[in-house]
């Protein structure tokens, strides 16, 4: 199974950094060492920290963003992950134009791994303003990938 995980969405500073908090404290709290890492597809914010509100939200909740920078994905990512998760179909499909020849690295959304919501797409928070729903998405999936990972 793997054991690294970079966690995809657009901007780097909503969706993905959330996953990856809160991925990093649930691991922590399994005793699961699994890398995690996230960043975005865009390049706007390249080396800023995670959105205000975000750090924020996540705070509220126990988990600490502040010390994540946004950085893009690269092909190298694909060498260096055991798996790909975006945050919705775009991220996915943009993710799949940057996939070296002959890589084989599973990319999937991040909600396969939260069946239950009845969600397949964590909406975006950055336009959404609704940063709790994605919290409570990101939180049910990360149990889910807890799971997979202990099997
Ligand atoms: P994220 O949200 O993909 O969840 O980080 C976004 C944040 C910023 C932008 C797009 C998406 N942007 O275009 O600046």
Known sequence: M???VLFVCLGNICRS?????VFRAFAAGAGLKIE?????LGRWHLGNPPYGPAIRAAAARGYDLSRQRARQVSGTDFERFDLILGMDDDNVAGL?????AGNTTPVRLLLDYAPDTG???VP???YTGDFGTALDLVEAAALGLIDAFRR
């Open 119 to 121: 969600v397949r797409e």
């Open 96 to 100: 799949e134009a940057l996939r070296p």
């Open 2 to 4: 793997a054991r690294s």
């Open 36 to 40: 995690a890492d996230s960043a975005g």
């Open 124 to 126: 975006d928070p950055y």
């Open 17 to 21: 950094p959330s996953a990856e908090g």
